[in-house]
């Protein structure tokens, strides 16, 4: 019997509850306007098993910002549509020891980023997206997503203003790193592609319905793995010693988690830790995790 079915609602309220306020004590991305502004306290949270059971807790209503959570689908569209090959010219599979957006581990790394899941590795991915505009490539992979997915993503541009306002000196910085040494061919046209991608927004019926596009699809083995590897950034090897589960966070709070041969766990609540993950996210996935291996 599936494992993660066997899971109850009452699970998670109890361990929603557990989890001391002084625990929860973490910051919202202050270079983002709006997602600093978040109640810090709201919360989502969905799995959903392979046979189609559901389990349900919080605000099934909120709409989120994927962010960086994005990562992950923008590599899946690039294999689907453009083959391991040319993504792999443009971007690593290695572990990042550095923060997500490092300018220092691209100049260590001679312009090549590491990986898909820091920014570096994403803002070269949307440099292949097709599409002559940030809009028209926004549109392109929102419209497979949504297809493919069957879900109702959007590009939130209350964000995407609220991004705007801010530049981000550090994401500007690699793209001017990746087009000196020519991973990308412009680095306007990349960096605003990728912020939009980042903007695209939905339920956490959405995030979790758009897990299961990963697990069907003939890449799966390839974005699990670089998810287990780096999708928490310099967090993701402790998490896969202490969870085991390739996960993607985001700086809006979101979290996806994939079971292989099981289901997906989506993960809403804003308050990050250090590295940047979700902390109440990080900590129901623990949990998880533990009761999973112990039925
Ligand atoms: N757009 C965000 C940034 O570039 C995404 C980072 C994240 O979600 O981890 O900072």
Redesign the pocket.
């Given at each position: 019997m599936n494992r993660l079915a066997r899971l109850r609602v009452e699970d998670i309220q109890a361990w929603v509850g557990e989890m001391h306020l002084s625990d929860r004590k973490g910051q919202t991305?202050y270079?983002?306007p709006v997602l600093n502004q978040v109640h810090p306290e709201v919360f989502a949270l969905q799995i959903h098993c392979l046979e189609g059971e559901i389990l349900s807790w919080g605000d099934e209503t909120l709409t989120f910002p994927l962010?960086?959570?994005i990562k992950p689908f923008l590599l899946l569209y690039l294999l689907t549509h453009l083959g391991e090959d040319a993504v792999f010219r443009c971007v690593g599979k290695q572990a990042s020891s550095y923060p997500?957006?490092s300018l220092t581990q691209l100049q260590e790394d001679c312009g090549f980023p590491r990986n898909p899941m820091i920014?570096s590795g994403a803002i070269a991915l949307a440099d292949l997206l097709g599409g002559e505009t940030p809009e028209s490539r926004c549109e392109n992979l929102l419209l497979w997503l949504n297809k493919m997915g069957n879900c109702q993503l959007f590009l939130d541009r209350s964000v995407l203003e609220s991004?705007h306002s801010c530049p981000?000196v550090?994401?500007q910085a690699l793209s001017l790193e990746l087009e000196k040494n020519g991973y990308i061919s412009d680095r306007y046209l990349a960096l605003e592609t990728?912020?939009q991608i980042?903007c695209l927004s939905g339920k956490i019926a959405d995030l979790a319905s758009l897990g299961k596009l990963i697990l069907a699809s003939s890449f799966a083995d390839i974005v699990l793995e670089i998810m287990t590897n780096c999708g928490l950034?310099e967090a993701s090897q402790q998490s896969a010693f202490e969870v085991g589960f390739p996960t993607k966070?985001?700086?809006?709070g979101a979290l996806l988690s994939i079971v292989s041969d099981e289901g997906v766990i989506a993960c809403y609540s804003p308050l990050l830790n250090e590295q940047?993950n979700s902390i109440l996210g990080l900590n129901l996935l623990t949990h998880i995790s533990h009761f999973i291996k112990e039925n």
């Open positions: 991305p270079y983002i962010m960086s959570v997500f957006n920014n991004v981000n550090h994401n990728y912020n980042c950034y966070s985001g700086v809006s940047s």
